[in-house]
């Protein structure tokens, strides 16, 4: 006695279609130059300026939006830990995605801009910074201890 193989049912190979075509379109719908900062958080290029967007995640708060500024300054930017980050835009909806927390940053070259209120715990007001590594020293407070002396 064989065994007989049957095709796939019509359901199946609609379903595993439907599977790969909605994988594509979220690899399509993140940005090609997306960073990810060591909190998980996404951080994007804003297009056509000096800016860049910190994705939020269910529960984020200011430190974690802080940290992944800081990473994606050093890491993806290769500024040292003493150049300023700026918010440019409080926590509103992404101009980059469509998700409904983000925070849009910038380098500061002047180091103009002053200190966030409540040792950056503010998210609220645009316009205030602190240097790269003061940022990143929330990223030790929510993951331990990380190397933020250049």
Same mark, same amino acid.
């Given at each position: 006695?064989?065994?007989?193989?049957?095709?796939?049912?019509?359901?199946?190979?609609?379903?595993?279609?439907?599977?790969?075509?909605?994988? &594509?379109?979220?690899?399509?719908?993140?940005?090609? +130059?997306?960073?990810? &900062?060591?909190?998980?958080?996404?951080?994007?290029?804003?297009?056509?300026?000096?800016?860049?967007?910190?994705?939020?995640?269910?529960?984020?708060?200011?430190?974690?939006? /802080?940290?992944?500024?800081?990473?994606?300054?050093?890491?993806?930017?290769?500024?040292?830990?003493?150049?300023?980050?700026?918010?440019?835009?409080?926590?509103?909806?992404?101009?980059?995605?469509?998700?409904? +927390? &983000?925070?849009?940053?910038?380098?500061?070259?002047?180091?103009?801009?002053?200190?966030?209120?409540?040792?950056?715990?503010?998210?609220?007001?645009?316009?205030?910074?602190?240097?790269?590594?003061?940022?990143?020293?929330?990223?030790?407070?929510?993951?331990?201890?990380?190397? /933020?002396?250049?």
């Amino acid at each position: 006695m064989g065994v007989v193989m049957h095709p796939l049912p019509q359901f199946s190979r609609l379903s595993l279609g439907l599977s790969l075509g909605l994988l &594509a379109a979220m690899v399509l719908a993140q940005p090609a +130059s997306a960073f990810t &900062a060591i909190n998980h958080h996404r951080v994007n290029p804003v297009a056509g300026t000096a800016q860049f967007e910190v994705i939020g995640r269910p529960g984020s708060g200011p430190l974690e939006y /802080w940290c992944a500024a800081a990473e994606y300054a050093r890491l993806e930017l290769g500024q040292p830990t003493r150049a300023q980050v700026m918010m440019v835009s409080p926590r509103g909806p992404s101009v980059t995605s469509g998700y409904r +927390s &983000a925070v849009v940053f910038q380098l500061d070259p002047a180091g103009t801009a002053p200190p966030s209120p409540g040792a950056g715990y503010s998210l609220k007001q645009a316009g205030y910074g602190m240097t790269i590594g003061t940022a990143g020293t929330f990223c030790d407070n929510l993951l331990g201890e990380r190397d /933020w002396v250049d």
